[in-house]
């Protein structure tokens, strides 16, 4: 034989031995993760962490990309679940709003005024209420890993302090696209209005729209008071998790082994992006609240009574959803929130 044909026949004996040797998964060189923010704000940041995590910990097998600003489902942030579950996104870390309107238990969070405090959102995502919402997530059709935090909705406008639900009379106020919301608002008299966060930023610069609840962290990130939200009211009517998650054919294509360290690497992400979204607003002198207040910002706190009125004009709301999500997870919410350590 030719010195070229024993070379060719080692090389192809070469190539069958490390074809049959080879692991039946096949691993992407990259794979994709959607997240609404980047790593500017807790959201992205505990993305990233994840992703860092991954890389390290997999020594580069499982190399993961972030996605800010759902790009890869043109900013249709309500379209990010059927997105992961199809396979159009690989990997995600999603609030509970914006998969409502796909898996209706997730409207759980968005019951206004449910959750208290931080105590009560942890009673609820660590204990038996979060393992039920794993469950329901999974047979939605994705691969459910870890909690992390958006956190508590604080309503911010430009044009007046908000003190009472009257006070929100015909003011346009952006909402995601998600049905509960129209409702608490319909409810309290404002005007609201769906649009994803890609939109609600031009829309509040240019004055289209009067105001917006989103968590604080959100607020000094975006740097909301130049775009005219000079009026924040610290409400806390409801605090959205964020869940990282996985479609479940990329999740099927991993080695157990491999399965277990991105599971445990998107609970030390979660953690630590919990108390990152936390940061300045747990502590008792509630920081963040200064710095934001140094900006020329109002913020007012609801004293308990005045509180009360707005749970009292949001409470047919309550009622309503309560059935739509499924009486027995609310009740069982609840009961653990009622049993919280404080
Ligand atoms: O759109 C919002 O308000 C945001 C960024 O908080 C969510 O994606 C739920």
């Known amino acids: 034989m030719k010195f070229k044909t024993v070379l060719g026949l080692a090389l192809a004996a070469a190539a069958l031995a490390f074809t049959v040797a080879a692991p039946a998964q096949t691993y992407k060189s990259e794979y994709k993760m959607s997240l609404v923010l980047g790593p ?30 759902v790009s890869l489902i043109q900013g ?25 309107p796909q898996v209706k238990a997730l409207n759980l969070f968005s019951l206004p005024f449910l959750m208290p405090d931080y105590a009560a959102m942890d009673a609820l995502t660590q204990g038996e209420v979060g393992k039920d919402i794993f469950k329901i997530i999974d047979k939605a059709g994705v691969m459910p890993l870890a909690w992390g935090e958006n956190g508590y909705r604080e309503i911010s406008n430009s044009k007046l302090i908000i003190k009472k639900p009257e006070d929100l009379k015909g003011l346009k106020i952006r909402v995601v696209g998600s049905p509960l919301f129209l409702d608490t608002f319909t409810a309290l008299g404002a005007n609201p209005t769906q649009m994803s966060w890609a939109d609600a930023q031009p ?32 409400w806390g009517y409801v605090s959205d998790p964020l ?38 607003l747990a502590e008792a002198d509630r920081p963040l609240l200064k710095e934001i207040a140094s900006h020329g ?22 009622e309503k959803w309560k059935g739509q999500i499924g009486a027995n997870l609310v009740n069982a919410a609840e009961k653990s ?3 919280r350590k404080k």
């Open 40 to 69: 500017a704000y807790p959201w992205g940041k505990g993305g990233e962490i994840w992703a860092n995590l991954v890389r390290e910990r997999t020594q580069g097998r499982i190399n993961i990309k972030l996605y800010p600003g």
């Open 76 to 100: 249709d942030q309500t379209r990010e679940f059927s997105a992961i579950r199809q396979g159009v996104i690989d990997l995600a870390v999603g609030s509970t709003i914006n998969w409502s």
């Open 203 to 234: 829309a509040l610069a240019t004055g289209a729209v009067d105001g917006q609840e989103n968590p604080m962290a959100i607020y000094t990130a975006a740097k909301l008071h130049t775009m005219a939200q000079k009026y924040v009211t610290m």
């Open 243 to 280: 869940i990282f998650v996985a479609n479940k054919d990329i999740w099927a294509s991993w080695t157990p082994a491999d399965q277990a360290i991105v599971k445990q690497a998107a609970m030390d992400a979660g953690k630590q992006e919990i108390a990152i979204a936390r940061k300045g």
């Open 297 to 318: 910002v109002t913020v007012t706190q609801l004293s308990p009574q005045e509180r009360e009125a707005f749970v009292k004009a949001t409470r047919p709301v309550y």
């Open 337 to 339: 929130i009622a049993a």
